[in-house]
């Protein structure tokens, strides 16, 4: 069976940076999407399109095709007194924010002074380029659950809370 829209494919992969150092890894078979429901960037998808189990491939995906290019106006300072006044604030630490449009953004840390943070709402792998060594290790027919859900569920079904 070969993969394309509507199938769950189960892989697993290594995501190394340009350096060669190991950003994330899944070895062990646990690693599920429904293909063509944008549940992983598009780069990788594309590349996948068309493969099957027991293939192995190795994938490069640019900024564009990731986690987008950086954008620097989404880093910002902000007031120190907007965070509560005894949390240790450090370099690195991930908060909710509301965005500019009331949605949901998760920002990181990236500098602390004595009356303000440095916050920058950029995805942590924005700007980076992004190399995945893959092996495909079960490709099925999605059910129709996950079809109306946009998602796989796990052997034991999947419960909304």
Do not use: C
């Amino acid at each position: 069976m070969q993969i394309e829209t509507q199938k769950v494919v189960t892989l697993n992969y290594t995501l190394t940076d340009n350096e060669g150092t190991v950003i994330d890894q899944s070895n062990d078979g646990s690693f599920a999407y429904l293909h063509g429901a944008s549940n992983i960037i598009p780069g990788l998808e594309n590349a996948l399109t068309g493969k099957a189990a027991g293939d192995t491939l190795s994938v490069s995906v640019e900024p564009a095709d990731g986690y987008g290019e950086r954008d620097d106006s989404k880093t910002q300072s902000v007031p120190r007194d907007m965070f509560p006044e005894d949390a240790p604030i450090e370099e690195g630490m991930q908060f909710h924010a509301q965005g500019p449009n009331g949605e949901t953004i998760v920002v990181t840390v990236t500098g602390v002074a004595d009356d303000s943070v440095t916050v920058d709402g950029n995805h942590p792998l924005a700007g980076v380029a992004l190399n995945f060594a893959v092996e495909i290790v079960e490709v099925r027919d999605a059910s129709p659950e996950e079809l109306e859900h946009g998602h796989v569920h796990g052997p034991d079904g999947h419960h909304h809370d």
